[in-house]
């Protein structure tokens, strides 16, 4: 059972994605990303991390790609790019897929695959660990996303005054 | 065997479900109609027999299954047909966490009247719910309709500012019954306070609850927090909609009253605990006792979390044919400038308190 949900979410959020790249208009790729979301929380709750799984479905998909979807509707954008920006955009993302396949294949160097972990890991570890190991990276992380928010309020109110 | 026990399980929840949705829409017509002061539909009958227009919510139901269903030639087809039923299958799957009842033992096996008993079920029913908000977005971009839009970013607007004070009022809760299982939140309120007062969430959390009430009543977009919906200006998400899938949008509504009443009855007045009834029966505070056996106890509880759920649904239909509407900056000023601070204000307070105790 477990094995057969795997390979149907784990198939469909490569589907998903693979839709959200090739899809021509902006509104449909934000809503494979959703669907990409949403399957990879379900693959979090299989392996034993149901927190993480509805954390998962609760930001990306529940708060942060409406953002994006109601940006999106709003301003009704026109489809594809100009082949002057389409360049550019190429080379830069040539460049970025280089950079994260580096990094992907550094970070699961030291990793063991193909042994799933056993039991599952609740909320009241998690927290546990949030506030005991990893405090300080935690903490800096909730400072930088602070700083990205009051940065986003002062620059919408700049425009404002103009 | 135990697949068969959840399938039927999923079956009663659903009947449930759709049933009392069903009779919701009798009760709101009857209830507006008395605090209007009329009659209210009373004409639908079989063979003659009406008993106060019980049968209307059939009599609606087959007329909508018959109407035309009609899709604008310039929306976006497939999104437009996907939505309503994207918007019903999120609240419609939030009844799977809800416990109903205690433990049963039939034949030497212990059954839970809860089809999923997630480890993070409250979690689960808020991702759910946040989901939900795909259902109006998209109706209202796919109808190709400038109204229509204007009610689902409306919607998503409300939603999403809502949606931050629904889950900050929440984490006082979790702090009391350090649980986010709702199954084992709700064991947790069979105690009693002060030795006779029963251990709910409302009583441990009183300032949680007021600002869970305010976010919850926001969530289900009706009056007085109706904006993206907006009768008597822009008909709202839904102007393109007909026949059935309009009926499904018509349903989610009630559908989330329905989930909101029972989140606060779990959370907040003990889900099925019944005040000083514990397994072997009543044991008043003033001493008395009152004995019962095992199965008529389950039946008390059982309909005990059934009565909380209609009182819920009544209040709240008793709201929304009560006050008028907010100004939409109304609206996000007491999202975002009343609740939110006071949720956060309660989850200081109640981590002091739990702190002085021990």
């Known amino acids: ?162 | 065997m135990d697949i068969v026990i959840v399938l039927i399980k999923i079956v009663l929840a659903l009947v449930w479900f759709l049933v009392l949705t069903l009779y919701l829409t009798w009760l709101e017509r009857k209830e507006s109609a008395v605090i209007q002061d009329r009659v209210g539909a009373n004409r639908a009958s079989i063979f003659g027999i009406r008993i106060l227009g019980l049968f209307q919510p059939f009599a609606d139901a087959i007329k909508m299954i018959f109407k035309e269903d009609f899709v604008p030639a310039f929306s976006k087809k497939f999104l437009h047909t996907l939505a309503p039923f994207l918007s019903f299958f999120f609240v419609a799957i939030c009844i799977t966490a809800m416990p109903f009842g205690n433990d049963i033992m039939v034949g030497g096996r212990t059954i839970s009247l809860q089809i999923f008993d997630a480890n993070v079920g409250l979690l689960f029913v808020l991702a759910m719910l946040s989901l939900g908000i795909y259902g109006i977005l998209l109706s209202g971009w796919a109808s190709n309709n400038r109204y229509s839009l204007l009610g689902g970013i409306r919607g998503a607007a409300q939603l999403i500012s809502y949606e931050v004070a629904l889950g900050l009022s929440l984490v006082g809760l979790i702090m009391v019954f350090p649980s986010l299982k709702l199954s084992e939140i709700v064991q947790s309120q069979g105690g009693l306070l002060f030795g006779f007062l029963p251990k709910w969430g409302v009583f441990l959390q009183p300032l949680g609850f007021i600002i869970f009430l305010f976010a919850a009543l926001a969530e289900t977009k009706r009056v007085p927090f109706d904006l993206p919906e907006g009768e008597s200006e822009i008909i709202g998400f839904f102007t393109e909609y007909g026949g059935l899938k309009w009926g499904l949008f018509m349903m989610t509504d009630f559908m989330e009253i329905i989930i909101v009443s029972t989140l606060l009855t779990t959370l907040f007045f003990g889900g099925w605990q019944v005040p000083w009834l514990s397994a072997d029966g009543f044991q008043f505070p003033w001493g008395g006792q009152w004995q019962m056996a095992r199965w008529l106890v389950i039946i008390f509880q059982v309909l005990a979390f059934n009565i909380k759920v209609f009182f819920f649904c009544w209040l709240q239909i008793l709201i929304r044919w009560t006050y008028p509407r907010f100004r939409y900056d109304q609206l996000m000023d007491m999202g975002w400038k009343l609740l939110v601070p006071l949720s956060l204000v309660n989850i200081v307070g109640t981590g002091l308190l739990l702190m002085v105790i021990k």
């Open chain 1, 1 to 162: 059972m477990a094995i057969f949900l795997f390979f149907l979410l784990s198939s469909v959020c490569v589907g998903a994605v693979l839709g959200m790249i090739l899809s021509k208009n902006q509104a449909y790729s934000a809503l494979f990303l959703v669907l990409a979301f949403t399957c990879l929380g379900g693959l979090f709750g299989l392996i034993g991390a149901p927190f993480m799984a509805v954390v998962q479905i609760i930001i990306y998909a529940g708060a942060i790609m409406v953002l994006f979807i109601f940006v999106i509707m709003m301003i009704n954008l026109r489809e594809g790019l100009s082949s002057e920006k389409k360049k550019w955009t190429i080379a830069f993302s040539v460049v970025l897929a280089l950079v994260l396949l580096l990094e992907l294949v550094l970070a699961s160097k030291g990793a063991s695959l193909g042994q799933s972990p056993e039991g599952s890991v609740s909320p009241k570890e998690i927290g546990q660990l949030l506030f005991t190991k990893y405090l300080y990276p935690f903490e800096i992380t909730s400072v930088l996303i602070i700083a990205a928010l009051v940065g986003a309020i002062v620059l919408v109110k700049k425009k404002e005054k103009e």
